[in-house]
């Protein structure tokens, strides 16, 4: 009966293929607008990830987000390095700056400042020289993709000479000079990425009363981070997050304040209706065209259940072939988009969704032609 049930299936060719064609842009659809949400959530908190060494991040308590830079006084580390429990605790500055390029345009970028003695939170791989030369005068890095792009010098003829050791550039009307190129993963906003000392980003970011943007803490041998945190609130009245609450704390943010979910799971649940209209429809045809053999075969003794693990049967083969042609094509754009701007993040979890969601489809299809061959007559063999 297995063969017989996808020998009626390959059969009508085009009802086969039309069958396919839906539940392959369906997953699609699905998995690639899932993977660039994913991308772009990942891009709200790469910073977080980038700077691993710490295990909490003490910040202003009304911060929202770990773009929502509050500054908080210089003193308030020392008053951190106090808390029972820490180990370390070192000031860190992030901040917007324009750099003037060579040719007079302006380009915005994140600007990070290191404690001056220990250099934490710096770059998480460094691509040409070392991060110890950031205490050289007027140092900085910068990421390779800032170097080869945005900070790149624009030839007439429009071909680009990437940001190199021993160039210079302007932040904010101070000499910099460019001492090493690292790897960092792209922010949200796509900006190139400087790092300094943070007595330099005090100079050279635009002159404020506060300038201290984080606190970064290690936490001491045994000690329970979450206990620690509250240990900190407690005593200098400031807030304090593990990196993984700090992420959360991001998410949040961009999930209830921004369109991003709404407009990507608009299209999730488009790619989702259109498999179900494309697919469920081509289905139901292709078992109306098929009833008089559903019907031959339930008049020569076949029970409604045989004929509906037939039917099963033939959708789990489309359902199958649909999802594996539809990964795959999302899998080949993520790969192409690799050296481009677009975000993209494929974790097991977003294949294993887009298999339920191409498998609720399935089922849908399948549940319009089952109740049809539950209904049906074998007498229907014997008419005109």
């Known amino acids: 009966m297995n063969f017989i049930a996808l020998k009626m299936l390959v059969g009508n060719r085009a009802k086969y293929l039309g069958i396919i064609i839906g539940l392959t842009f369906a997953s699609l659809l699905i998995t690639q607008q899932a993977a660039i949400f994913l991308g772009l959530m990942t891009r709200t908190y790469s910073f977080l990830t980038d700077t691993s060494l710490p295990d909490i991040w003490v910040v202003d308590p009304k911060i929202q987000f770990v773009d929502d830079l509050k500054p908080l006084k210089e003193t308030e580390s020392l008053r951190v390095r106090s808390v029972e429990g820490v180990a370390w605790a070192v000031p860190m500055y992030k901040g917007l700056l324009k750099a003037r390029l060579p040719n007079g345009t302006f380009q915005t970028c994140n600007f990070i400042g290191l404690d001056d003695e220990t250099l934490i939170g710096g770059p998480p791989e460094m691509l040409q020289?070392?991060?110890?030369?950031?205490?050289?005068?007027?140092?900085?890095?910068?990421?390779?993709?800032?170097?080869?792009?945005?900070?790149a010098t624009v030839l007439p003829d429009g071909r680009r000479i990437p940001l190199k050791i021993g160039d210079t550039m302007e932040l904010n009307d101070h000499r910099a000079v460019v001492v090493g190129i690292c790897r960092v993963q792209r922010t949200f906003q796509s900006q190139p990425v400087v790092y300094t000392t943070f007595s330099r980003a005090t100079i050279f970011a635009p002159r404020e009363r506060?300038?201290?943007?984080?606190?970064?803490?290690?936490?001491?041998?045994?000690?329970?981070f979450h206990e620690l945190?509250?240990?900190?609130?407690?005593?200098?009245?400031?807030?304090?997050?593990?990196?993984?609450?700090f992420i959360t704390l991001t998410v949040r943010y961009y999930m209830k304040y921004t369109g991003i979910p709404i407009n990507f799971g608009i299209t999730v649940v488009l790619g989702f209706i259109v498999g179900i209209a494309i697919a469920g429809q081509t289905f139901h045809n292709f078992t109306l065209d098929n009833l008089r053999y559903f019907g031959t075969l339930k008049a020569m003794g076949a029970s409604d259940g045989m004929l509906l693990r037939m039917i099963m049967l033939q959708a789990t083969m489309v359902g199958c072939i649909g999802y594996g042609l539809g990964v795959g094509a999302a899998s080949a754009l993520g790969l192409m988009s690799g050296s481009t701007e677009l975000s993209f993040q494929?974790?097991?979890q977003l294949l294993l969704f887009?298999?339920?969601?191409?498998?609720?489809?399935?089922?849908?299809?399948?549940?319009?032609?089952?109740?049809?061959?539950?209904?049906?007559?074998?007498?229907?063999?014997?008419?005109?």
């Open 129 to 151: 020289g070392r991060l110890a030369d950031l205490r050289r005068s007027d140092a900085v890095i910068v990421d390779i993709v800032g170097a080869a792009g945005k900070l």
């Open 210 to 224: 506060k300038l201290m943007s984080f606190i970064l803490v290690k936490a001491k041998p045994g000690q329970d």
């Open 229 to 245: 945190c509250q240990r900190i609130r407690r005593i200098t009245g400031l807030a304090a997050y593990t990196r993984e609450d």
């Open 346 to 348: 494929l974790p097991w």
């Open 354 to 384: 887009s298999a339920i969601a191409v498998t609720l489809i399935c089922v849908a299809s399948a549940a319009l032609s089952m109740l049809k061959v539950i209904r049906l007559e074998p007498a229907i063999v014997f008419k005109s």
